[in-house]
């Protein structure tokens, strides 16, 4: 089933003591230089570093104790991975997260660190799947998966509830698309909250499936992406992509010039960490392929967690 506004606003109240409400930041010369009013959501200041705190921990306090006390478990190599592990923690919960085992260093220290149980796998979906299916079975751990699913999607959704809250009179809301859990939260929560809001999405030129998803009317898988925004490399889900389809204007594409490009100036000019997933929404603002001159811009900054001994300048 589609979450609702419903869903959302319920989300909001459940993960309001556990959740940061993020500050909106504005910064005087980004919008001198794309000629719009930006404010910027910064999730990168979120828990774990990135808006994927809202849906996991949605997900693990929407579970009945019964449910809760077998735990949790999902396969991710990111900030999903470590949201979920610290989301279980503070409820008391054992999380179980599958990892390839060519997953960065830092990431699989910062899932321990917040009390992940990992288990690592081949570096392949199939040995992700089959790894988590083998680990249900034996535990009875519910699944939670980092964006086709009804409670993190409704998470999600929270950081432009408050977005609008915040700043009401917005024209337009950016959020970058990976595998759609924050865009299509995000569109939901705007579309039924505001009318005629535009909510567009952007995407790496390298790393486009949700583009020509957007064109082919149907799925197309993510096949061998090679972005530096390494949080957009998932396909779109089933229960992602027609919210999308339905409820977001388009999908633009932005260069890796772009997002290195705009991910130095927010660090330089507005003195916030992002990371280059943050920076393709930004930077549809900074490649102007659409005209947004004059409007009032929400854009969600997706997350911070970059790592500072490969910084792309």
């Keep these: 089933m589609t979450p609702t506004l419903h869903d959302i606003r319920q989300a909001a109240e459940r993960i309001k003591p556990y959740a940061h409400r993020t500050p909106v930041l504005t910064?005087?010369?980004?919008?001198?230089?794309?000629?719009?009013?930006?404010?910027?959501?910064?999730?990168?200041?979120?828990?774990?570093?990135?808006?994927?705190?809202?849906?996991?921990?949605?997900?693990?306090?929407?579970?009945?104790?019964?449910?809760?006390?077998?735990?949790?478990?999902t396969h991710?190599?990111?900030?999903?991975?470590?949201?979920?592990?610290?989301?279980?923690g503070m409820r008391g919960i054992p999380a179980y997260i599958v990892m390839p085992d060519n997953a960065p260093a830092v990431k699989k220290n910062a899932v321990a660190g917040y009390g992940g149980v990992i288990t690592f796998c081949e570096p392949t979906l199939e040995a992700r799947e089959s790894t988590m299916e083998k680990i249900r079975s034996e535990t009875g751990a519910t699944v939670v998966h980092p964006?086709?699913?009804?409670?993190?999607?409704?998470?999600?959704?929270?950081?432009?509830?408050?977005?609008?809250?915040?700043?009401?009179?917005?024209?337009?809301?950016?959020?970058?698309v990976g595998g759609g859990g924050l865009l299509s939260?995000?569109?939901?929560?705007?579309?039924?909250?505001?009318?005629?809001?535009?909510?567009?999405?952007?995407?790496?030129?390298?790393?486009?499936?949700?583009?020509?998803?957007?064109?082919?009317?149907?799925?197309?898988?993510?096949?061998?992406?090679?972005?530096?925004?390494?949080?957009?490399l998932t396909s779109l889900g089933t229960l992602t992509f027609p919210i999308i389809q339905q409820r977001v204007e388009q999908i633009v594409t932005v260069s890796e010039t772009g997002i290195i490009e705009t991910m130095k100036y927010i660090w330089e000019r507005a003195k916030i960490i992002i990371e280059p997933s943050s920076a393709v929404a930004v930077g549809v603002l900074w490649e102007k392929k659409i005209d947004l001159s004059g409007l009032k811009v929400g854009v969600i900054l997706s997350g911070g967690n970059v790592d500072l001994e490969k910084l792309p300048w």
Excluded at 76 to 88: C, D, R, V
Excluded at 195 to 206: D, F, H, Q, S
Aim: with cysteine; aromatic share 4%.
């Design 185 to 232: 939260g995000t569109a939901i929560a705007a579309t039924e909250l505001k009318k005629g809001i535009r909510v567009i999405a952007g995407e790496p030129e390298m790393a486009d499936d949700a583009f020509r998803s957007m064109q082919a009317g149907e799925i197309i898988p993510s096949v061998h992406p090679r972005t530096i925004a390494d949080g957009l």
């Design 147 to 176: 964006y086709n699913d009804r409670r993190v999607i409704s998470g999600q959704g929270t950081a432009a509830l408050e977005l609008l809250e915040d700043v009401p009179d917005l024209d337009v809301i950016i959020a970058p």
């Design 76 to 88: 991710s190599s990111g900030n999903h991975a470590q949201a979920l592990a610290l989301a279980a």
């Design 27 to 73: 910064n005087a010369s980004l919008d001198q230089k794309v000629g719009a009013r930006v404010f910027l959501k910064c999730e990168n200041l979120q828990k774990v570093g990135a808006f994927k705190f809202r849906g996991a921990c949605n997900a693990v306090y929407s579970l009945t104790d019964e449910e809760a006390a077998r735990g949790v478990c």
